[in-house]
Structures are given as structure tokens and as C-alpha cells.
């Protein structure tokens, strides 16, 4: 699989770092509490293809997508697209970007101003990019046809819509700019399966048919096994194992994603399966134990080691990168005496 | 120890706010084109003598900050200086006026309240009938009547048809004291019960809306208990800061009620104190009321750390 | 109801028995204090008065003046006067009154400016002889009005000790009140009420007083004023407005009784700036207005139309005849409009002008009507200007003016009250060229020698048919150049429960006291 | 009441007043609970499957809610029909027999009360405990079911825990009663996987325990797969169909049933196209004159258009409401 | 979603006949000067205190013989222009700044708020009078000095909406398509915002035409010759004996007016949020949109 390393990445993260400060505008700086909601995390994204963020509520999933689109101000590291560096970029750069990076978000009713209609809102970002009329509204009734919906739907508002009519409308939005990345956060989360699937199959053919680069992050194992080509799990705003669908899901090396993927329920009620439960809680974002964030309900934490020292970020072959002193199928003893 | 810290922190805050305050109409008085001088000689003849005598007596040649440290040194230490027109010690006049206004807040403030929240929660628990339609309505109407028109038209009333009703003269007991404020603390807190009252009725109802009304109920509590244990408790919150500052603005409201019913207290000092131009009795009653209303939310403050867990003491 | 028997003033006058007599006095002020130096408003009159006694009294009718603390005076020449004052006259605190606090008294007034200096501007100086007990007055000039001077509050006795002891607070709310008068004060809450006590230290007989107390209650309001008076809580209300008059007038248990005082209504035209330098000016707003209307709407009942020169009739007492004929030929403003186009175009101002009117709260509705009756004129326009009434004197009085000099109003309407019955005390006080100045009475700024020397003249003769004379001539310079006009005088008016009595003094001023009411028959 | 069923609705239909008009969110749906078994119900969002749960206790505001049909409930004094209690017997009913889970566990408590206390009140509403026995219970269950530590989870208030603590307080909440019936909302639907699983778990071993009978209302069909006994779909207000959790998945009759389990992502599935159902559910503001899925369906006729389909029984314990169900069961 | 049933119409009984009655207000003030039978400032020696329903005098007239009619109509339209003025401010100034401090916050905030909390640490009536002492009484003070007064609540709750808006999907989604923060500010969340607010505004409406009506009866308000309501209150309450029409007929109009701003704010207050509309019994409403009933109703048990 030598061809993953010759291929440019589109996107690259470097070291990428976020913490929120929890008391705002304290007189006394000396005990300011910080939510670390993303530490050094570091991940590629090649063109044309799906890379699935995958983890649990609250363990920065979507920060690290807002990062990548400078919605939020990174704190530290370094976020490359097609090559150049956007970590800090003027006014007039920024506003060039918003125009090759479009977003998804989980909620679409949510997503559109609920007083303008929808073709107000599809309009909108063509106008404020300056994209002339016959142009976006060719445009439009192209991307009506696509997501396969009537154009008469334009003229509503968002609430007179169905949640996977809104999601689709969602994604023509995000098209209608022509982008070269789509962040979709929890594109489906918040649709029932009988509409989920529709979402889904537009997301592979954006991929398939436009060539489409997407990050896609979901906490749905099922999902992202569908959808994507290579994906990350991350764990308190770490990521714990990265890798193509196959590596990460047939030869799992990390605890924590052989812990999750052994908590998704059957998929059928005679299905024999064994969970690996994992105890407790995700410990909160403010007190990152020391070494293995994963350590306190980890199967195999060996004193001494997991909560000393963080297991950092490797290569375990073909790109398949695994955060832990013990990665699974490998031989214990000696990957702890690599380190 | 938190809590101890977050006392310390407002006091500090409110200290500061009140010089700040201070400080400024002070000021922002000596810009206006009244001279304090011309207000003190009033009616008697104006000779380069008496200006120069007025002028040291009161330090009028000081820089204003200067003047200003004097002042609020004085009324640190107690002393609130002479008025510009009658020459009169402040604090004197202030004292036997404040009775009557601490009396008609607390009273007006106590039965509004609880009529309010009495009236509010009544509402909210036949939401939709025509007796939540009547109270809601009722409030609306109190909310839309001015209140020197209900003053004036209740004195009206009162003087007609309740023959020995006595508004006039001072009191020399308890009785009395209370006597006279009854009825204007009783119009008074018509603004508590319309204000307050829709207040509590539209927080009544969201919270008896809210999923955690359903679990009581699911859990099969007695719907008494579910009213006022869960949703009144919750309800109550917000509706007490409300009332607080209600409180402590309805210090300056008092003004009308003692100007209709004649009531010796400080709202019509302060109007009067206006009119003449009399800036110590303005700065000291700006100051007093900014103080109680700066106590007032620090009271709420600490109330709603003792009421609501959830508050952060910060 | 719950409200029976209410307040510590509901003793009534006329409760049998032992039990004290009261009488509830209810007026819309509250004095400021008692020193006889600011007894500036009604408020004080009303309540501080009874406190003190003055060298000599007013006769009831005014005219004259009656012994008092001085129990003889004799005029030694044209500038000398002496009073022998009485002896064994106790204080309220018990001390007994020397030649020491009299002089005390006097000097006091002269030497810190009070309101009342400009009585004592003519008096060169005072002395006290402790043995004889005489006081001798040295004036600077012949002035023939210094003869009732010691009636009014200028020669009010203080006790010198305490005076001097409480400094600035003398007579306040909180500081002591000491005087020789009938009564004393005994409680003062302020903001509300005042007490006033007999006080059995008097020199008179007490035997003629009827009222043991007086209760004086602060209602700002006058309507709720006069509600209490009509819910039987007030017996004794002094000068009501036209606007209540009818609650009092249809209140059967009160008797309106009224006396016609000294105080006139009128507008004053600051004559020192434009356009009412201009006396054609005067004369064409002058002829704009109709006195008669105003009289009736705003004065009321208890209203006469004044002439141009504003002085009511009780000081006309001298030579009525002599009077009315002057009044007659001279007094020539009757609404005409015709005539106001006339004055304009021989004013500098033949298209019109504007001006603006100064008022207080009190008088609004008059400037108001006033307004309707200039603005109809077609080229004149009246801007009403509102200003506080504790303001309205520093105006008035020049104390303040723009950053010229200049004073703000062009015009003001407001009223003026005579010291003592003799014109002089209205002449003098509004149209004297010694008074335009800062401080001075006459707001108008006028000023002219031949008048003045009129009314030199006048104060100088002791033979009252020379003095009609001089002021007759002045009047009708001052009826011609109409710096003044006079709208209407108006009477003191009192409403009384019919459980008292009283007989009211033109002299209200000064005479005014509760000895004089007494529990009806 | 059959024996053996703890819980029997018939016929059920729930109608609601609404500004925007009477909704029928539930418009005749039968269902049975066994003694001792979970019971699924599955189906999209808005089909009706909380306003069906909600009605056992009654749960629904009185004035604008308008039941007709039964509910039966059986518990150790006998049957009740629940739509015919006075409020004193329903309060008894209400947490006793029956008990409810929420699906967000944050608001469902209130907020200014401590956890423990929340528990403990009803305990002394319910079975007359004092204040200490009250809480001694509360700790002993919180114990039992891993809210640890008990003494001092028993003070802390709802917003000082996670979500997986606060659905097993919830969980404790209604168990704490020992009741007959629990009827567990979308328990696991705000929580993580992770924490799903610790649920799940919880839940099936409470029950195993004390032999409850559970309602469990899921739109995820893994989450069926795992607890369920039986199930019953539910489409725009009405049971589509009712059988054991194997049957439902193995030989699913309605084509609704059958386009749900195809459109789930699964592990084995090896095409990355997956199937879905066109179209989108109706909504409730009126009674359907044929069957409410035809729109959607793709073995509807016209007579799916016009009639309404009538619950036919396919197997032993399997019934379902559709005309094709033969058509369907046999591809 | 064939037939949209309404269960609940803007038009109660109450928001028509009190939104009939304020048209009819405002129409009357707008044409004051047409419809008042005299000048208001006339004065008519010969009709002082003429009593209510007397000829030619509808409402009788004051002191000076001015029609209260003409004078009731003409200060209508000084009252309501004066409201519209200070809740003019109100919107103009507040609801930009607080939609500016709660979409920025950061240390602009910090100052704004701490100056508002400032500001309404002083009671409203206070905070008129102190103004007022420093320019000098008059209308426009009076404008300015309610208008600042009610500004901090404004932008409080501009503020406390935006901050909560700004959490709103739709608002990122802007950002993250490029949009200008005022294009999100304005064009977006401002929409979503002001309808809860109107009713608010329109409440102030009422307040406001108190509030003036307050100032000038204590005189520190509107100045003669001009009169506004509180002016008409003043001269009534001084001319109370002398004919009481001149107190109780503008009483009752300021009454009535405010207390219809109030229901009627609240009628559109409970439009813009339908769950506090009253909704229909199920038997009405079947009756009145000819639903067939169906099955017998079951609950309640005890009825
Ligand atoms: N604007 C913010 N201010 C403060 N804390 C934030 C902010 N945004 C996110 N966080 C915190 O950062 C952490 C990571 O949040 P993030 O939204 O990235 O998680 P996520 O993985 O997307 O979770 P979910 O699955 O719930 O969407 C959380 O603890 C969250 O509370
Ligand atoms: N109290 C109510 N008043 C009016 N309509 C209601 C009420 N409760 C539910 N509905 C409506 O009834 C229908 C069924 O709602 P229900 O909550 O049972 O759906 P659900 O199957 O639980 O969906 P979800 O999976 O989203 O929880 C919906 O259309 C809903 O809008
Ligand atoms: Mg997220
Ligand atoms: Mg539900």
C-alpha cells in the first residue's frame, strides 16, 4: 500500500490544539481552568476521499472540524489545505476559503434561518461570493435535480420541511459554491433510519460522481464503516487509532476501539456477542489524567506505564496508526520495551 | 471559604459602583446651570459678602474632585452636610423621613409580593380557564393603570366614603404609623401584583411544562406536591431577583404615593430637593437608593446561591 | 370603619369639659424654620409668628401701630425716634428679655443681610440705654414709613444666647425656637406636621387666649388639602386658590371669611432690555389684555380688578376720593386691539414681537389666559416659560442673568404684598429707582428721577394731603410709562369651621395671629 | 385480560388538542406485555410510539388529551383499567405498578433537588418511610445499581452528573418501587455507546432480577436486537406490526418492518448503497382512509389506497396490519 | 397539511376591540387638529367650567373655558408621539448595542453592561428626575430622560436573545459560509429575535405614555401652553371641585388606553406564541370543522 505515502495530502493537521477557557474574564489569571477539547492531534485527508472522525460526545469531534474550517481559532499547530498553510490567514484569505470549505451540520432544521425560505438561504452564499444570478440559479435547479428533490420546495421555510428533505437541501447548499471540502458533522445523527439512509448514499455519490473530499464525523461505528475510506477515534480530544475502515475494524489496535466497537449492540437478537463493557465514564475534559488519557478504564493498564507516560501516535504498518503502549495483536512485552 | 470570597468580591464591587455613581452626579449636578450659590441665597439680598462667606462655608471654590472628597468623606463619617436652602442638617431630614419610606416599601413590597405570587400561581394552574383569564386579565389592567390616577382617585374615594379615614398630620405611635401607610402601600403594591404576578404565572407555567414535571408526576406524587415542591420551587427563582429589584426601585416610586397622600418621606424630599436645585439632599438620596438597590441584588445574589445549587459562586 | 378616630389632632375645638381646645391649621408649605429672618413665605406666618413679639403691633385695621414689647414710642425729631421698652418679659425658656436682646435683635437684621435688611435701610443706627430700658433710633434721613417699621417682622426679639449658641440652626427642625410670644413651639415633624403650645411664660393675659394648641399640617396638595378639610380634619385654611374655593364654599360646617389685604397681581416688563425698553412696547401688550376676565377667571370671588399701578384699595384709605379720580383719569388700558396695532407702529416694533413670559406652577393658568389674550393681538407672541416657584425670585431679584448682565425674562407675572398700609410700602418697593438692582424689589428695572424725587418728597412730609399729592403725581408717571400693570388685587381669604372664629386684618401679614381666633360661641 | 399479560391495550387512540388542529397520534393501536418480558417498541420519529407509552400511566395534560379504547393493567390486587381511574387510585398506580424512564435523563430531573432526594420523596409518598429509612433505601439501591458512591452521589445535584449517572438515578427512580410495569422511553438514545451498553446491561439484569416486564421504545433496531423479547412497530400512530424479536427480524411481514431493517446499516452488509424507504412519514393532523405507509410502500395497490388494513395474525405470536403481508413474507 | 385547521386566530374579541379602540386613538391624534372642534389653546370667558355633554362642549371645558374635547384629542397626540418617541430611542439605541454586546461580548460588553447596570441601578423615575435636574425640565428631557431609562432592559434582553441565537445552528452555518458578522447580525438573527420583542416594545408603548403622563403631572414634563395627558391630569386634579369631568374624563382615557396596549401586546404576545393560546374543547371544535366524532371518550375517571 506504498501508494497512501506518494499521494499529496489535501488536508493536513499538525499538532492541532484547542482548549477553552472555563472561567471567562478572571481577575486572578492564576487558576484558570481549560477544557482541553483537542490535544495535538494530527491527521492527512487525501482528495476525493471520505475520512471519518469517529468518538464519543464531548470528545472534540466537531472542534477539530471547526478548526479545519478556521470557524474557531486554533491555540496551537498548524492545518494545511491543498498545500498552504491556513492556520493564520488574512480577513480577505479567509473569506476566499469559505468559498472551497462548506459545512453540514447534524440538525438540519436547525441549520437553515427558520424566517427565510429555502431558496433565500441557497441563494444567499452565491450573493454574498458574488456569483452572478444566471450562474447560481442554473446552479440551483442542477442541485434540485441531483438531491432529486422538486423545485417547489424552494419557496417553503424550514419548518413546513421533513428533516431528511432539509438535510439534503443542506448539502445542496453546501454545493452550491462548487467546494473542494465538505465537513459533515453528524450529517445523519438526528434522522430516523428510513431517511438516513438517503443522506448516506448522497454522501458516496458526492464522493464517487463529483470526486468530493469530506470529512465525516459521527459516533455511529455502523455509519462510518459504511461511508468512509480512512477514519480516526479519538478519546478525550486525542485521537487513539487512525487507519483505513478495514485495518481499524478488522485488526483493531486500540483498547479503546476494540471497547467501542464490542459496545455496539447486536445486529441480530441471535447474534452471540461478548461486549467488553467499559467502566465508568469519559473522564471530563478539564483534568486530563497524566499519560494514557484512556488508562482509567483501560482492560490492560499496567501500572507505572499507562499513567505515566502518553503513548504517543505510530505507525503499526500500511498507515495504520495506534496511540498505546500495548497495541493489541502485537506482542506486549516488546512494543512496551520499544517505547 | 467560596462563599466568604464571592461576599467579599461584590462588597467590593458595590463600593466601587457607589463612589463611581456618586462621584458622577456629583459631578454631572454641578454641570447643570443651577449655581449652588444663587440656591442658597434664594430670597435673601445677594451681597459680594454673603457669596464670598457662602462660598467658604461650603468650599464652592474647590475643584470639584476636591469638593467631591470633602463630601463623601463627610457622609463616611457620618456628617451629610447642610442643605443649599434652608440650611438644614441632611441627615436630620433624612432620618425623620425615612420611616415612612421603609415602611411603605417593606409593606407594599411583603403584600404585593404575595399577592403576586398568590395570584400568579393561581393563574398559571388553571391555565387556559376563565379564571386564569380573569386574573391574567386583572393584572393587565393594573399594569395599564398609572398609579398617581389610582392614587388620587382611591384618596377621592376614601375622603368620600370612608368618613374617618385621617391622611393628614404625623404619628406618634405604631398604630398610626401603620395606619397611614396602609392604604398607599396597598397601591403601591398593585404594581408588585401586576408586574410580579405575570411574572410568576408565565415562569409557573413553563416550568410545570417542563419534562421534569412529567417524572413527578410519572413517579406519582400528590399533584400539591408536584405544584409546589418541584415547579413552585423552581418557578420561584427567578421571580424573587424580579421582586428584589422591584423592591429597591420602588424606593424611588414611593414619590408618588407620598405626593398624593402626603406622606412625609424621602421621595418627596427628593422631588422637592430637585426643584430647588438643593444638591446635598439630591446626592445623598441618589446614593441611599443606589445603596439599597446595590444591597437589594447582593441580598438576591446570595439568596439564589441558598435557593439554586446550580449557581457558581464565581 | 377602621378608620374612626384617627391622627392626635382629632380633638375637637369645641369638646366640652376640661380638655384643651385645638385648632388644626392646614396650609400646603412648610416653613423652613423659625428664625425670624426667613419668615419669608405664608408657611412661616402661619405657624413661627406667634412665637415672637414684635417692638410694636399694627392696629387691627392696619393703619396705625399699637405698644407691644415697646410699651410707649415717641418720634424725638424728623430722624430720631425712641421706644420704652417692657419690663419683666419672659422668654418661653423662662430667661427674661434685656435691653441686650433687643438690641441683638435689631442689629442681627442689618448686619447679616436678611430678608427684611431693606427695612433698616434708611436707619443709621440703634441704642439701648439698659437703665431706662429706651431704645433709640437714629435715621439716616426723615422718612416718614419708619413709623411702622417696628411692627413688622424686622423687629421680631430673639433671645441673644441662644440664638448665638445655635448658630445656623436656630429655629429649625431640629434646633430650639425661643421667643416671648403667645405660643411656643412644641413639636415639628418634619415634612408633616408642626405643634405650637401656649407658652405660660407669656407677658399678656393668658385669659385671652382661646386656642391652647395649634396643630399645622404640611399637605402639598391643595385639593387634598381641601379634602381634608371637607372630611372634618382641618379647621383653619388660609388663602385657597379660586380652583377649590367651591370645596370650602360648599363645605357647611366652614365659614369663608375674607379681608381685603395688600396684596396686588400684576405683570412686571423688564424695561432694561428688548423690547420692552421700548414703552410702546409696554402699552401694546398692555392694551392687549383684558383685566376684567382675568379678574374673574383667575381671582375669583374674592378678586378686584386692579388699576394700572398694582395697590389695592385698603392702602388707597388715606384720600379715597382723591384716588379713585386719579385712577380714573390716568388708568386708560382696556382690551382694544385697535389700539395695540396704534402702539406698534409707533414702538420700534410696528410688525410685532415676541417675548418671554416667566411664571411659576401658581400662576400657570393665569399665564395661560394671559397667552390666549396677547398671541389674539395677531402680531405679538407670548412664550411661556415655566420656572420653579424657588426659583422665580432669583430671577425676579437679578440674582440670575445671563452672562451680560442682562436678566432673563422679558416679562413676569407675580404678586407683591406691602409691608404696612401707607402706598409708600408699594410705590416705594416696585417703582423706587434705589430698588432696581440685584436683590432689589423692582424687577422691572425702571427707573425715574422725577418720580423718585416724588417719593422722597413723600417720605419726608408727615401731612398726609401734601404726601396725597406727591403721590398722586408719581402715580401717574408710573400709570403713563406702564412699567407695571396691574391685573388684580386680591383678598385674604380663610376658611374657617364654624367652631372658631376670627376677625381677619388687612395687615395678614404681620398681624396674623392665632390670639385672635377664638372658639365660637 | 389474557393470563400471563401484565399489560393490555386495545384499540388505544390518543388524540390531542393543538393550536394547529386535533392531532391523532395514536389511532387504534393494540399491544400486549407478557409477564416478565421486554417489549420493543420501534418505529420513526413522531409515529407515536412515547404518546402510546405515556398513556399507560395516563401521563398526557387531561385537558387537551382525549383517549378512547382500554388499558388494562394487572398487578397484585388485580386488573385495572387505567382510562377509568380516579386521580387518587392513578397517583397510587403511577410509579407502584407502573414506572417511567425518560429519554434525557438532564431535564427530566429537577434540577434544584438533589438526586437522592428525588428518589427518596417518593419512597416516603409512596410507602410512608421517614426521612432516614428513605434515604437508607435510596443509598442501598444506588449501590445495587452502581451509582457509586452511593452517600455522596445520594447529595449531589442533577447538574453535577453525566448523563449515564443520571439515567441510572432515573433507572432507580423507577425501580425503586417494584413495579409491575417499566416503561423505559429512548433510555439509551442521548447516551454513547459505551454507556448504552453499561445501560442496557443494567436494565436487562434489573429485570432478570425481579421478573418486571418492561416497555422498551427504540428507534435503533440494534438496540432491539439486544434487550428485546418482542416487538412491536409502529408506523404514523398505528401498530404495524406485532411479533418476536426473531421473527421481526428473520421474517418480517410488513413491508414498512421489512424497508426498516434494510435501510439499518449493518457490519455484513457488503453493497455500500443501502436501501431506503422514498418519501417521508405522514403527519398526524388527520385519520387515514387507507393504509397511512401506501404513499410509500412499493407493493401497494388501490386498495391500500382505501381501506384500512385490519390486524391479521401471520404466525403464532405474529400478527401484522397489511394487506400484502403474504407478498411480502414470501420474497 | 392538505387543510390547515387553526384552532386559534390573531382576532380574540379582546385584541379586536382594543386594536379597534387604539386605531381609532391614534387616527383621532393624527387628525387633531381637523377633527377638534375648537383650538385647544381658545380660551372662553364665557364657558368657564362648562360641565360635560353641555352643548357645544362634548366634555365640558376647564378653567379658562378651553374645550377638554379639543384639548383631550390634541394632548392624544403629544402623549402618543412622545411614547413613540421614547420607545423609538429605546429600540433605536438598544437593540443594536445589545446585539452588537452579545454577538462580540469580549470587554465592549463588559463596559456597556456595567454602565447599564449602573443606570438601572437607578430607579426609572430617579433617573428621569436627575436628568432633569441637570437639563433643565421640559418635553424633550422628558423624552430622553424615560427613553435612556428604558434602554438597559432593552439591550439586556437584545442581548441575552442574541447570546442564545448566536448558539443557533443557522448562525454557524452563516459563518462557516462566509457571510459578514452584520449580514448575520442584521439579516439573520435580528428577524429571529424581534417578534418576541415587538410585544415588549408595544408594552413600552403604554408605559411610556405613563411614564410622560407621570412627569408632567408632577410638572417636570410637557410645558404649558402644550399639554399632554399627564397635563390634563394636573389641571383636572387642581379643577377637581370645580368640575370634575376635567379629572375623570381624561383619567379614564389614559386608563383605557394603556390598559388596551396591555391586552392588546398580550393578544399579540400570545399569537406569536401559540402555547399560551387557549385551545377549543375537542366537541367544539369537531362541531364547528364537521368532524365525525368517533369512538366514546374514556378517561377521567372519576367524572
Ligand atoms: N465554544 C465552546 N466553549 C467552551 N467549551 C466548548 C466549546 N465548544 C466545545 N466545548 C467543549 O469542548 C469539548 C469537545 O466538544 P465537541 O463539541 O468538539 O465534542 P464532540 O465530540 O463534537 O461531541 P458531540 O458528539 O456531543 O457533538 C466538550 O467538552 C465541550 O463541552
Ligand atoms: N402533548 C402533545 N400534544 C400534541 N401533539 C403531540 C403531543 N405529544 C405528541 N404529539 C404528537 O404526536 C405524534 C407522536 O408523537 P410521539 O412523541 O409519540 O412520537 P415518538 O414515536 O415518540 O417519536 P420520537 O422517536 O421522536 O420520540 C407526533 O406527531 C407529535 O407531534
Ligand atoms: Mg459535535
Ligand atoms: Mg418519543
Known sequence: MSKEKDRQPFISVRDLKKYFCLDNYKLAKAKTRYIHAVDDVSFDIYKGEIFGIIGESGSGKSTIGRCVLKLIDVDSGEIYFDGKNITHVSRKEQQELRSRMQMVFQNPLASFDPKKTIRFSLEESAKVHKIKPEVYKARIKQLMEYIALPEDLLTRYPKDLSGGQLQRLAIARALMLEPDFILADEPVSALDVSVQAQILNLMLDLKEDKGQTILFISHDLNVVRHVCDRIAVVYLGAVMEMGTVEQVYNSVAHPYTQALISAKPKEHPLENKKHILLEGDIPNAVDIPEGCRFAGRCRYFKEGLCDNRTPKLKDIGNGHYVACHFPLGIDRSKTAADM | MKRFRFIIKRLLSMIVIMFLVSFLVFVVLRMSDADPLTVMIGNNQSTPELRQALTEKYHLDYPVHIQYLRWIKGVLSGDFGTDYVDGQDVKGLIMSRLPITFGLVIMSSVIGSVIAVIMGVAAALRKGRPSDAAISGLMLVLSGAPSFLVSILILIFMTKYVPGYSFIGTYTNFGEFLQRITIPSLIMALTFVAMLGRITRSNMINQLQSPYIATAAAKGLKQSNITYKHAFHNAVIPVITVAGYMIAGSIGSTVIVEQVFSLPGIGGLLISAIEENNFPIVQILVLFMLGAYLVMSFVIDILYTVLDPRVDLK | GCFNNTGSGSGSGSSGGNSETVLRVGYTQEPSSFDPADFTIVAATLTGYDCYDTLLNFSHDGTTVEPALAESWEQVDDTTYTYKIRQGVKFSDGNEMTMDDVLYSLNRVTEDNYYMSYLFANVDSFEADNDTWTLTVHLKQPDSSWQYVPATSACTIVEKSVTEEQGDKYGTADGKTVGTGPYKLSSWSSGSEIVLEKNENWWGDPDTLDIDKVEYYVIEDESALALAAKGGQIDFVEGMSNSVMSVYQSCQNFNILSCEGTTSNYIAFNTASKPFDDEWARKAVAYCIDRSQITTTIGGDYAKQSAVVPMSESMMYMDKDKWDSTIAESDVYTQDYDKVKECLAKSKYPDGFEFDFYTTSQTQKQAELLKSMVDASGAITMNLVEVPDSDIFSYMFGYKTKDNGERYYNAVGTYMMSDFLDPMGMLKTLYAGSNACEGGTNETLWTSTEADGLLDKAAQTTDDAEKMGYYTDAYKIFADECPYLGLYTSSDVYAVSDKFTYDPSPMFWYNFSYADVHVAK | MKKGNVLEIKDLSVDFMTVRGIVYAVQGVDLEVKQGEIHGIVGESGCGKSVTSKSVIRLHNEETTRYAGDIYIRDDSGEKDVLAMSKKQLRDFRGSTAAMIFQDPMTSLDPIMKAGEQIAEMLRAKKNLNRREAREKVIEMFEKIGITPAEKRYEQYPFEMSGGMLQRIMIAMALICEPKLLIADEPTTALDVTIQAQILKLIKKLQQESGTSVIFITHNLGVVAEICDSVTVMYAGKAVETASVVDIFDHPAHPYTKALLESNPRESDTEKRMKSIPGSPPLLYEKFKGCAFAPRCKYADDKCRSCVPVTENVSEGHSTACFKWREVTSQ | ?303
Request: hydrophobic letters at 50%.
Open chain 5, 1 to 303: 397539511m392538505k387543510k390547515k385547521n387553526k384552532a386559534g386566530t390573531f382576532f380574540t374579541p379582546v385584541v379586536a376591540v382594543t386594536g379597534i379602540f387604539l386605531a381609532v386613538i391614534v387616527f383621532v391624534s393624527l387628525f387633531a387638529s381637523v377633527i377638534a372642534p375648537y383650538d385647544p389653546l381658545a380660551t372662553d370667558v364665557n364657558a368657564i367650567y362648562a360641565p360635560a355633554f353641555s352643548e357645544g362642549h362634548i366634555f365640558g371645558t376647564d378653567g379658562l373655558g378651553r374645550d377638554l374635547f379639543s384639548r383631550l384629542i390634541c394632548s392624544a397626540r403629544t402623549s402618543i408621539l412622545n411614547a413613540f418617541l421614547i420607545v423609538a430611542i429605546e429600540v433605536v439605541i438598544g437593540v443594536p448595542l445589545g446585539l452588537i454586546c452579545g454577538y462580540y461580548r469580549g470587554p465592549l460588553d463588559s463596559i456597556v453592561m456595567r454602565v447599564w447596570d449602573v443606570i438601572s441601578a437607578i430607579p426609572p423615575l430617579l433617573l428621569s428626575f436627575i436628568l432633569i435636574a441637570v437639563m433643565g425640565k421640559g418635553m424633550m428631557t422628558g423624552i430622553i430622560a424615560i427613553g435612556i431609562s428604558y434602554i438597559p432592559l432593552t439591550t439586556k434582553t437584545a442581548r441575552s436573545m442574541i447570546m442564545t441565537e448566536k448558539k443557533a445552528v443557522y448562525v454557524e452555518a452563516c459563518k462557516s459560509m462566509g457571510f459578514s458578522d452584520a449580514r448575520i447580525i442584521f439579516v439573520h438573527i435580528l428577524p429571529n429575535i424581534i417578534t418576541p420583542m415587538i410585544s415588549q416594545f408595544t408594552l413600552d408603548i403604554g408605559t411610556a405614555i405613563t411614564s410622560m403622563a407621570t412627569l408632567s403631572f408632577l410638572g417636570l414634563g410637557v410645558q404649558a401652553p402644550n399639554a399632554d395627558w399627564g397635563t390634563l391630569l394636573r389641571d383636572g386634579m387642581g379643577n377637581l371641585y370645580n368640575s370634575s369631568a376635567l379629572l375623570f374624563i381624561p383619567a379614564i382615557c389614559v386608563i383605557l388606553v394603556t390598559v388596551s396596549i396591555n391586552l392588546f401586546s398580550d393578544g399579540v404576545q400570545n399569537y406569536l406564541d401559540p402555547s399560551s393560546r387557549k385551545l377549543p374543547s375537542f366537541k367544539k371544535y369537531e362541531k364547528k370543522h364537521r368532524i365525525k366524532k368517533l369512538s366514546a371518550v374514556k378517561a377521567n375517571g372519576e367524572a
